[in-house]
T-cell receptor, first 117, second 117 residues
Framework: DTGVSQNPRHKITKRGQNVTFRCDPI?????LYWYRQTLGQGPEFLTY????????KSRLLSDRFSAERPKGSFSTLEIQRTEQGDSAMYLC???????????????FGQGTRLTVV | AQKITQTQPGMFVQEKEAVTLDCTYD???????LFWYKQPSSGEMIFLIY??????QNATEGRYSLNFQKARKSANLVISASQLGDSAMYFC??????????????FGPGTSLSVIP
């Protein structure tokens, strides 16, 4: 296993179109996170999964955004009716459960850069 | 309210010198983790160092050390003997709610470090 994998790496779409991104986490990690990062800013939390359960969604995640993680393996993030403000890097990360105290860093994929024109 | 504050948008350091990047955080949890990540211009997020809230000793990883002052809620990153390859964005992050439904990692706005030859 070579780490967290995200596809595609780049996506250019016209405003109003739907897009879907995929994330394959490290296989033994049951936590999976989605973040959005705009230029010059830190990653903003969007949502996260423990196994197949989506446990929290940020207020940033409008109704146009939906994320799934069927069977607790890979995850998809879909944006419907894209807007220019959706242009950003979308990062996926995975980690161990974090029960108790432990080395629980999140491992990141290389991201999907979305440009809405 | 900001959970993670990094007050230095940009920093310069001479090659081979040490530099301290500031980070303060806000949480009411007793159990939490603090991380530093490096993001070079290529965009990947690279984990550098971890400090658990119950760790009594400051974490060290090679040239990186974390100056953890729990009472002041600060977790500054110290990079010794700076190298040109250290030029990047540096993000402080916190994982709170360990093992609960609101367990997530949140990031600060970042500090841009430039190493001068």
């Amino acid at each position: 296993d070579t780490g967290v994998s995200q596809n595609p790496r780049h996506k250019i779409t016209k405003r109003g179109q739907n897009v879907t991104f995929r994330c394959d986490p490290i296989s033994e990690h049951n936590r999976l996170y989605w973040y959005r990062q705009t230029l010059g800013q830190g990653p903003e939390f969007l949502t996260y999964f423990q196994n197949e359960a989506q446990l929290e969604k940020s207020r940033l995640l409008s109704d146009r955004f939906s994320a799934e993680r069927p069977k607790g393996s890979f995850s998809t993030l879909e944006i419907q009716r894209t807007e220019q403000g959706d242009s950003a890097m979308y990062l996926c990360a995975s980690s161990f459960p974090g029960q108790g105290i432990g080395h629980t860093e999140a491992f990141f994929g290389q991201g999907t850069r979305l440009t809405v024109v | 309210a900001q959970k993670i504050t990094q007050t230095q948008p940009g920093m310069f350091v001479q090659e081979k010198e040490a530099v301290t990047l500031d980070c303060t955080y806000d949480t009411s949890d007793q159990s939490y983790g603090l991380f530093w990540y490096k993001q070079p211009s290529s965009g990947e997020m690279i984990f550098l160092i971890y400090q658990g809230s119950y760790d009594e000793q400051n974490a060290t990883e090679g040239r990186y050390s974390l100056n953890f002052q729990k009472a002041r809620k600060s977790a500054n990153l110290v990079i010794s003997a700076s190298q040109l390859g250290d030029s990047a964005m540096y993000f402080c992050a916190m994982r709170e709610g360990l093992g609960t439904s609101y367990d997530k990692v949140i990031f600060g706005p970042g500090t841009s470090l430039s190493v001068i030859p």
